[in-house]
């Protein structure tokens, strides 16, 4: 059991989080981590991450999580599950972290809770979700087997993906909005050189449709209005994110977005509250930028504890 008010409490257990616990743990600060049921983060749905220096093989995004996870027990971070946090309450120099049926008291919180996807908001899209409707190649891709599967976006998510789908099914329906794509040079690249892939442009889903199970989708062309419906059994969903942030007060301001705005130092809005990783605005979306915030934002809280005096006064008041 962990003391009754930890120096700094981490929301969120992807790259950003780890690597924060892994920095303050070897400075001998109280840390504890707040993770979901399914820790890990976005990466752990990439089936293989080519550009996280160190691996030349590349490595898939589960083991690279475990193994940042492995390193951050090796300094005793603390782990507590906890379902989604619902609040954030600040009483003098504590802040309370909310979540059914609890609550964790720290002096300071790095918010590194990243993002999820965005959804199409298309009729079909959550009646069929977990019955052909999948935002995760990695965890449904070896499910179709053979069969003719859709992705929809056109970032570096939906391309990757695509090309990773190409291991399973027979053909790889490509469905982006407009007639390029957003994602970069050399995956768009590999997206058109893959003959299994095919590309719908300028075009976007209206309506997916099935029995028990997906069967079609109805695609509708946005230059002639021309509606087709294509026979899938799968539809994989890239089309963005959407930065968890639901549990902060309003008064930590956000972009347009809704991505945590923050200073130099990443700290928020509300003092002695840093956010870190791809829920903060400006990030590059990447594992090892989310892990470098993570360094950063662990430094900040560093500094924030010392400047305020609190880690004296904290030492005082341990059991
Ligand atoms: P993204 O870059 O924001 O791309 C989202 C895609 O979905 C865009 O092509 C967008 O179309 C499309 N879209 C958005 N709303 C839509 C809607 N309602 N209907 C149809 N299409 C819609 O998101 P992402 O691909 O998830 O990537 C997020 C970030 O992570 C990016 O910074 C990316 O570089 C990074 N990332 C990097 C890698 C890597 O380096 N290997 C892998 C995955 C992700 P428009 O193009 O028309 O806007």
């Known amino acids: 059991m962990g003391p009754e008010t930890y120096e700094v409490a981490i929301i969120g257990g992807g790259p950003a989080g780890l690597t924060a616990g892994i920095y303050l743990r070897r400075s001998h ?54 379902s989604p946090v619902e609040g954030l309450v ?12 609890g609550e964790v008291k720290s002096l300071s919180v790095i918010v590194a809770t990243g993002r999820s996807p965005r959804k199409l908001g298309v009729e079909g899209e ?14 449904d891709g070896p499910l179709f087997s053979g069969k003719t599967v859709m992705v929809v976006g056109g970032g ?8 990773y789908l190409t291991r399973f099914a027979k053909k790889v329906i490509l469905v982006h909005r407009r007639d390029e794509l957003r994602a970069s040079d050399y995956l768009a690249e590999r997206v058109s050189n893959e003959p299994t892939i095919q590309t719908l442009w300028n075009s976007e889903v209206s309506k997916i449709e099935g029995d028990t199970v997906v069967k079609r ?37 956000r972009d347009a977005g809704g991505f945590l705005l923050t200073n130099e130092s990443f700290e928020t809005d509300m003092p002695g509250v840093f956010a870190a990783g791809d829920v903060r605005s400006g ?21 924030y504890l010392e400047d305020i005096g609190a880690r004296e006064a904290y030492k005082g008041e341990r059991l």
């Open 283 to 303: 990030n590059f979306k990447q594992i090892l930028v989310a892990a470098a915030e993570g360094a950063i934002a662990s430094k900040s809280a560093q500094r």
């Open 29 to 82: 600060i109280e840390a504890v981590l707040l993770e979901r049921e399914l820790p890990g983060g976005q990466p752990i749905t990439s089936p293989l991450v080519e550009n996280y220096p160190g691996f030349p093989e590349g490595i898939a995004g589960v083991e690279l999580m475990e193994r940042m996870r492995k390193q951050a027990e090796r300094f005793n971070l603390e782990f507590k599950t906890f």
């Open 90 to 101: 600040q009483e003098g120099s504590v802040k309370h972290i909310q979540f059914e049926g």
């Open 126 to 139: 959550e009646e069929f979700f977990g019955r052909g409707v999948s935002y995760c190649a990695t965890c």
């Open 217 to 253: 989708v109805v695609i509708s062309n946005n230059k002639t209005g021309e509606q087709t419906e294509v026979d899938v059994s799968g539809v994989f969903i890239y089309v963005g994110n959407i930065p968890n942030t639901g549990f902060l007060p309003e008064q930590v301001k």
């Open 156 to 163: 570096d998510a939906a391309a990757e993906e695509a090309l």
